[in-house]
């Protein structure tokens, strides 16, 4: 792993976080978990949300050391789903084009795929970046 890789940003992280009483950022950090719980909760109420404007900065690091950095952007792809995710943008930027195409034809694949994709985007762009750089 690459000393100071930075796969993640703080200004997308915030951008995201805008939207975060949808679990927007929480999800980009690679939180799930939590971000399903903003998601149905309006961000706990507004009251997580705002205390997550103060632990970005914490989340972003832990993302940094988390996920493998390399071809494959992750704000990119984060900005593509969060934004164009029933398209499949995301899916054709990261190279798998056939799903890209089943979710543009599909809405997501009925939003299921773009669901699925919140919950997994982040490893799947680690595998394809380990991928690009072992073969």
């Known amino acids: 792993m690459p000393i100071n890789q930075d796969t993640h940003s703080k200004l997308i992280g915030y951008l995201l976080w805008i939207f975060g009483f949808l679990g927007a950022h ?66 054709m930027y990261m190279g798998k084009w056939i799903t890209g195409i089943i979710y543009l034809l599909t809405g997501g694949l009925f939003l299921i795929g773009v669901l699925y994709d919140f919950w997994t985007l982040n490893d799947q762009i680690s595998q394809r970046n380990r991928e690009a750089r072992f073969g």
């Open 26 to 91: 929480r999800f980009y950090y690679g939180k799930p978990i939590t971000g399903t719980i903003w998601f149905f909760t309006l961000g706990l109420l507004f009251i997580g949300w705002f205390i997550d404007l103060f632990l970005i900065p914490a989340m972003d690091r832990e993302a940094d050391i988390r996920y493998e950095a390399g071809e494959v952007s992750y704000n990119i792809s984060w900005i593509l789903l969060t934004f164009l995710g029933i398209f499949g943008l995301h899916r």
